[in-house]
Nanobody
Framework: RCKLQASGGGLVQAGGSLRLSCAAS????????VGWYRQAPGKQRELVAV???????NYADSVKGRFTVSRDNAKNSVYLQMDNLKPEDTAVYYC?????????WGKGTLVTVSS
């Protein structure tokens, strides 16, 4: 059974940066997709960035040019570098992995961006 553990959230001023990390443990191999979603208060969970194995890396339009997703297969980890943060980026961020038809979700980490 695979478990995802996210970390790195916190409080930052607008224009600042944060780096989120997500480590997979247990049966952590063969993921088709890894990435990040977020959910702001009162809103639905939305895709932030996803790496598709053998395919493209996709970003939400709202974070293109500011966020960078990466993965380290040797460490079974995925990262989200967030630069030039804006107050509207405030949300709980969830790491995500897909293997076959099974979705795995980590517990969220809160990112708060003050203006």
């Amino acid at each position: 059974r695979c478990k995802l553990q996210a970390s790195g959230g916190g409080l930052v001023q607008a224009g600042g940066s944060l780096r989120l990390s997500c480590a997979a443990s247990g049966s952590a191999f063969g993921f088709n997709r890894v990435g990040w979603y977020r959910q702001a208060p009162g809103k639905q969970r939305e895709l932030v960035a996803v790496i598709i194995s053998g395919g493209p890396t996709n970003y939400a339009d709202s974070v293109k040019g500011r966020f960078t997703v990466s993965r380290d297969n040797a460490k079974n980890s995925v990262y989200l570098q967030m630069d030039n943060l804006k107050p509207e980026d405030t949300a709980v961020y969830y790491c995500y992995a897909l293997r076959g038809f099974i979705n795995y979700w980590g517990k969220g980490t809160l990112v708060t961006v003050s203006s």
